[in-house]
Nanobody
């Protein structure tokens, strides 16, 4: 499974950005899709995710400002980020808990990661 993220960039504090991520490859199933981020000198943290039954989880600091959504038919996940703060800056990584179709069956479920997209928030 390959994940391709897009939509990062520079935004002023209070502004908005929308990230997109497309999954491709020999996909047998995707259970969870979502976004992590990593700021310089900090650990990677979960920002938001959507499960296969459309349940969503958010990092406390982004709840009410960010919205994660999925297009199940297109194997895509989005992150709408509003009222952005300087603390939201970092590299955002798309991820999926998925498995691939392989000859004779399926691969094991595992995490897949996109290449990361930079988000910069100016104060």
């Amino acid at each position: 499974v390959q994940l391709q993220a897009s939509g990062g960039g520079l935004v002023q504090a209070g502004g908005s950005l929308r990230l997109s991520c497309a999954a491709s490859g020999q996909i047998s199933g995707i259970n969870v899709m979502g976004w992590y981020r990593q700021a310089p000198g900090k650990q990677r943290e979960l920002v938001a995710r959507v499960t296969s039954d459309s349940g969503a989880n958010y990092l406390d600091s982004v709840r009410g400002r960010f919205t994660v959504s999925r297009d199940y038919a297109k194997n895509m996940v989005y992150l709408q980020m509003n009222k952005m703060e300087p603390e939201d800056a970092g590299v955002y990584y798309c991820y999926a808990w998925a498995r691939e179709s392989v000859y004779g069956g399926h691969s094991p479920w595992r995490d897949y990661w996109g290449q990361g997209t930079q988000v910069t928030v100016s104060s």
